[in-house]
């Protein structure tokens, strides 16, 4: 164990505290591991598809989330075991690299780890095993390059873009509207999509919630919505062609930075400073009048002074801005952030052709919408649900459909979903393994059985018998040559993937094998854990 | 080889029939909490808070009750979600639409027992609301250019609200009280311009609806007692002391001499911000802030009436009523906008006095004066007043009106059943547990009553069977009756509201297989 000696005979500590720890090594600690990863794996396994079921979790606080999103459930579950983190991260970088799929990331990982235990079991060294799933993850993924499909898209023709990101749409609870949705998400992605680079930046498309309404309510609105309102209640609420300001100064006397001290100590002093304080108030807004501005929008507060020479000089503002909103409505409106009144100049003022205060429910909640922007390239997805978990998932959703739209701009290839794309793997992979000699053919052919795993699960969420329906798909897909055929989840009575419109991103799937094998890899090169024992 | 533990301490994991089954329970147990206080025969909940003084509220809301509920199912908390929204959106409804959720669920766990996958439930219901819904959009009445008929849809809509109610007993005085204040709002759904102002004493007849605003301040000593054609200054600036706004400045003096110079300064600058003030040619300012003493006594002097600290809606509510802008600069006086009224007089109600201004300029906001035996009283009796308010508000926007007492229920149920017979497949089980989670909540009105609900919901389906039916629960008479007559009805925004929420709550609920609890955040213990 990790005591030794040197040649005097004194021990020798390798551990410290080495009775307080707990210690698993060789194939039991490989076997604590994968099991732990399988039953991560598990609890996401039954949320996978249009009939998957969602996770309801509730944070520390109360709070309750419902969601059917692999990366929202596992990074709100509370793993302790290391293995789990693993797991939980694997399906992070899913999310922040394609968006989509990571639930299907875990459950792939987890297929992948049943196998390996098998293939433990017999006496297969770990590394081989791995090394193994490396050759079957390459040969997957060049299998996927081939049997993708290019599809063409043009700014107008978006069809395509729409039944991809409704394949997203279908497994969410927002599966009632998906069309609707999916359309609102690919046209926010094309409004701000750059078609020359083919890139998009996300960050230009904001996703606001309110409670209340209906999930149809859901509407694209081209221009920012701002979650505020006039800082005087007598203000227009209304204004058409407004030039904005856009201030991160506030309309407050100055506040050096330096530390200084204004002794008062004669009666003229006094007067003189007030003065000048009164001056002050009158000149900012004299400015930001002076260039013609319309509406002030500013990041910090006003004093009551100056909200109501704004009113007086019929001058409406925003204040209480979020940064990242004001760089939104910048953006949007072509104008220019500025942060000292004296650098106001009639180009630096964004314009936008309507904006407008719209009140909801019976609360009083308003909101600004700033409309007609004079560059469109900023846009809201504003969407309406019953509740707050409905709001929030619905986000969710969106952000995966907005991602899926993003991936197509960028790489415009598609596979099969349904489980097609795995299936076709499944058996090129499986038609592979045998020109491997060694060891390794083994872990190839069992990368063909996870990948089988992906399609299982599908048809067992559906309520169909899973062996047989799996059975019955694959030898379609062989006796017609047809890498199309996958799982009819809708009933549809098709198995034809094309008739059905379900698509899935060509780098998401690459992504989702590429990714799965990484960790299985990592995980079966662990033959030591070390942790200490509770107390 | 199984994984001891998988997550951190405390936290749990509901799978499957369970996790189904501690929803459900969840569910239907905040339903049934609910339950008793639907139907004009409902009844009220005391609710005791834990906090200092264990006040009481007695109430018959159902977004009331259950706000003030401590929960720890994960499932009621999505119910109490969907009422608190309900409220927030409509205003009224927010017990119809927990039942109806509570309903629904306890319906699908049937199904769910009998071997139906919940997602087919869930498709089932979708059908079934849809079909709901537009059975409801057939049968809507909308006389928005009749203005009397519309009015007396108004009358009817709000009496039908606050019948179940405190205010039950003098529903028809307060749907008048609510009808004429929302009239006055001219379609906006802003209720922040009607204001309600609670005075125990009295009974509940003695409310009153005044045209003017109501300001609960009293008028600075040896001020006027009353002005008429008053002109108005609505103000938010510190009358205290002006402080210095520029940052770092401080008075540094080396004798007392100087100190009294500063000090005669100041007083200087007030007395030349007061005369500013005067010289708008007002004979009423309305301050947010506090005045102090010395320019109170200035306004006195003056003749004006000075009122300190309003609070801020007060404030806008003003400025709405007379015209007048609220100002906080007081340099050029031409241009700044002044509010007018007839008269500013001191009133009483009961044992308290109120600043009373009537003949305003603008006439959309106005007051509400509650009177009742007790706070409790007033308390429930202004909630009733606001679910009125909300609901009317709302109908002025969205004109459709459906009959009440049941009527919709069994007009959705008939065409939810209908489409269940048409329909093939498993999905026709769910949509008929749809028909049935609807009419419990006719069957809860007449239970609530102590009619005989068996008796009178197969009446009603039988009278539902005819064409064209308008037939209810008449729960006075306990009797099926002819709701067009009875005058009973409903918006349909209220309604639209209560099932497409309800069936989205249900479905949200029913797709989940799996809990997971975190542990609970330690709290240190601040005992």
Redesign the interface.
């Known amino acids: 164990m990790a005591l030794a000696f040197d040649e005097y005979g004194r021990p020798f500590i390798i551990l410290r505290e080495q009775e307080s720890k707990s210690r698993l090594r060789g194939l ?1 600690a490989q ?2 591991n994968i ?2 990863g399988v ?2 794996a598990r ?1 996401l396994r ?1 949320s996978l598809g249009p ?1 998957g ?10 709070d ?1 989330t ?1 969601t ?1 999103d692999g990366a929202t ?1 596992l990074e ?6 290391q293995i ?1 983190k693993l797991m939980v991260e694997l399906s992070r970088s899913q999310d922040y690299e394609i968006g989509d799929g990571t639930t299907g990331v875990v459950v792939m990982a987890g297929a992948l780890l049943e196998q390996a235990e098998r293939l433990l079991e017999r006496g297969i060294h770990p590394i081989r095993v791995a090394e193994g799933y490396e050759i079957a993850s390459k040969i997957a993924v060049d299998h996927l390059q081939q049997i993708s499909h290019k599809f063409e898209f043009t700014a107008t023709h978006i069809e395509p873009l729409v039944q991809t990101c409704m394949t997203t749409l279908s497994s969410k ?1 927002v599966n ?1 509207c998906k069309r609707s949705l999916a359309e609102i998400a690919v046209k926010a992605v094309m409004a701000v999509a750059d078609l020359e680079r083919k890139d998009v930046n996300l960050d230009l498309i904001k996703v606001e919630g309110k ?5 149809e309510d859901t509407e694209l609105i081209y221009g920012i919505l701002v979650d505020k309102d006039m800082s ?3 203000m227009p609420k209304q204004i058409e062609d407004a030039k904005i300001a856009i201030l991160t100064c506030p309309f ?5 930075k330096t ?9 003229e002093k ?2 003189t ?2 003065q ?3 001056k ?2 009158d000149d900012m807004v004299q400015q930001c009048k002076d260039v013609g501005a319309t509406l002030v929008i500013c990041q910090w507060g006003f ?3 100056a ?3 704004l ?2 000089r019929n001058l409406p503002a925003v204040r209480w801005v979020g940064g990242v909103e004001l760089e939104l409505i910048a953006i949007a409106t072509g104008g220019r952030i500025v942060p000292r009144f004296q650098e106001l100049t009639p180009e630096k003022l964004g314009k936008a052709g309507l904006v407008r205060e719209k ?7 308003r909101m600004l919408y700033i409309e007609h922007c004079a560059n469109s390239r900023a846009v809201t997805v504003f969407i309406r ?6 709001i929030e998932e619905t986000k969710r959703s969106i952000h995966d459909a907005l991602c899926v739209a993003r991936n197509l701009i960028r790489n415009n290839s598609i596979v099969y979903g349904g489980g097609a794309a795995e299936i076709s793997c499944s058996i090129a992979v499986e038609a592979a393994a045998d020109k491997y000699p060694g060891v390794e053919q083994y872990a190839v052919r069992a990368f063909a059985d996870a990948l089988d795993s992906v399609p299982m699960a599908l048809a067992e969420n559906s ?1 169909l018998q899973p062996i047989e329906t799996l059975s019955a798909v694959k030898s379609q897909q062989i006796k017609e040559n047809n890498p199309c055929c996958g799982i009819d989840c809708n009933d549809a009575g098709t198995t034809d993937m094309r008739e059905q419109n379900v698509f899935e991103t060509l780098i998401g799937k690459q992504q989702q094998l590429l990714l799965a094998t990484q960790v299985v890899k990592m995980i079966l090169k662990i033959d030591d854990v070390i942790s200490p024992t509770e107390y | 080889m199984a994984v001891e533990r998988l997550f951190k301490d405390e936290a749990t994991e509901e799978k499957g029939e369970r996790a189904r089954m501690a929803s459900f329970v969840g569910a239907m147990a905040i339903a049934d909490l609910v339950k008793t206080t639907l139907g004009p025969k409902g009844m009220d909940k005391i609710l005791q808070s834990t906090g200092r003084g264990h006040s009481v509220t007695v109430t018959n809301d159902g977004a009331t009750i259950l706000k003030s509920l401590h929960i720890d199912n994960p499932a009621a908390k999505v119910l109490i979600d969907i009422s608190k929204v309900q409220d927030d959106e409509v205003g009224d409804g927010t017990t119809s639409v927990v039942v109806l959720a509570g309903e629904l669920l306890r319906e699908a766990e049937k199904l769910v027992g009998s071997k139906i996958h919940p997602m087919t439930v869930i498709s089932g219901y979708r059908m079934a609301a849809e079909c709901a819904r537009s059975a409801l959009l057939d049968r809507v009445m909308d006389n928005k250019d009749d203005a009397d008929k519309f009015r007396l849809d108004l009358m009817r809509i709000a009496m039908t609200t606050l019948s179940s109610k405190i205010l039950s007993q003098d529903k028809e005085h307060f749907a008048k009280l609510a009808v004429d204040a929302v009239m006055r709002l001219k379609g906006s759904t802003n209720l922040e311009s009607i204001q309600i102002i609670k005075k125990a004493g009295g009974s509940l007849k003695d409310s009153f609806l005044d045209e003017g605003f109501i300001l609960d301040k009293k008028i600075g000593l040896g001020q006027p007692k009353r002005i008429e054609n008053a002109n108005i200054l609505v103000a938010n600036t510190a009358m205290d002391t002006d402080k210095v706004k520029i940052y770092g400045a401080r008075v540094r003096v080396d004798s007392m001499s100087k100190v009294a110079q500063i000090e005669g300064a100041e007083k200087e600058k007030m007395r030349e911000k007061v005369q500013k003030i005067i010289g708008h040619g007002i004979n009423c300012f309305v301050n947010r802030q506090l005045i102090y003493n010395f320019p109170e006594e200035l306004f006195a002097d003056a003749g004006i009436l000075a009122i300190e600290h309003a609070d801020f809606d007060g404030i806008e509510r003003l400025a709405l009523v007379t015209g007048g802008e609220i100002a906080s600069t007081f340099d050029n006086p031409e241009s700044v906008k002044l509010g007018h009224c007839k008269l500013i007089e001191e009133i009483m109600i009961g044992e308290d006095r109120l600043i009373h201004f009537s003949g305003v300029e603008m006439g959309q906001a106005c007051t509400i004066v509650l009177r009742g035996a007790s706070f409790h009283v007033l308390d429930e009796a202004e909630r009733s007043l606001h679910d009125a308010l909300c609901v009317l508000s709302q109908t002025v926007n969205d004109s459709r009106v459906l009959l009440g007492g049941g009527w919709p229920e069994m007009v959705m149920a008939k065409a939810v059943d209908e489409l269940a017979r048409k329909t093939p497949g498993k999905k026709s089980h769910a949509i008929e547990a749809f028909s049935r989670a609807l009419l419990a909540i006719p069957t809860t009105i007449a239970d609530n009553a102590g009619l005989d609900s068996a008796e009178l919901i197969a009446q009603l389906r039988a009278e539902h069977h005819k064409e064209e039916s308008n037939a209810g629960i008449d729960v006075i008479t306990g009797s099926v009756g002819d709701m067009a007559e009875l005058g009973i009805s409903e918006a349909f925004k209220v309604k639209q509201a209560v099932l497409l929420s309800a069936t989205e709550a249900a479905e949200m609920i029913l797709r989940v297989d799996e809990i997971i609890t975190c542990a609970p955040r330690r709290r240190e213990d601040r005992m």
């Open positions: 039991d076997k604590a099991s732990a039953a991560v609890i039954t009939k079921m969602d996770k309801m979790l509730q944070s520390p606080d109360g309750i419902i059917n459930i709100q579950m509370d793993v302790d075991n789990g609870i009632r409670v209340g309404g209906k999930l005087h209640p007598q407050e006397p100055p506040k050096p530390k200084h001290k204004v002794d008062i100590d004669t009666v006094f007067q400073l007030r000048q304080e009164q002050y108030f004093d009551d002074e909200n109501h020479l009113m007086h009140a909801f429910g019976t609360t009083k909640d649900g019953g509740n707050k978990m409905m309520g």
